[in-house]
């Protein structure tokens, strides 16, 4: 059985930074994709960025030079480096790796940026 479990997250102030990590258990191959979403209270999960196989990254348009997706696919894991944080980057984190087909997600962290 799969479990992703994500962490990093908390409290931190306007213009600070964060690392998060998810790291994959279990049985699973052939990972192609990897990557974060995240959902902020009382709005739809958004995706934030990712990674493919290759090393190809994709973000989203407001995370653009602040944050920074990597992967390690020896440990099936994934990270975002979060520099520059902003109050509307408050949210639920959620990592997403698999492949066409077939995803697994995290259970999520929670990141509060607040003064």
């Known amino acids: 059985q799969v479990q992703l479990v994500e962490s990093g997250g908390g409290l931190v102030q306007p213009g600070g930074s964060l690392r998060l990590s998810c790291a994959a258990s279990g049985s699973i191959f052939s990972i192609t994709v990897m990557g974060w979403y995240r959902q902020a209270p009382g709005k739809a999960r958004e995706f934030v960025a990712n990674i493919i196989s290759g090393g190809i990254a994709n973000y989203e348009d407001s995370v653009k030079g602040r944050f920074t997706i990597s992967r390690d696919n020896a440990k099936n894991a994934v990270y975002l480096q979060m520099n520059g944080l902003k109050p509307e980057d408050t949210a639920v984190y959620y990592c997403?790796?698999?492949?066409?087909?077939?995803?697994?997600w995290g259970k999520g962290t929670l990141v509060t940026v607040s003064s």
């Open positions: 997403k790796l698999g492949r066409p087909g077939l995803y697994y």
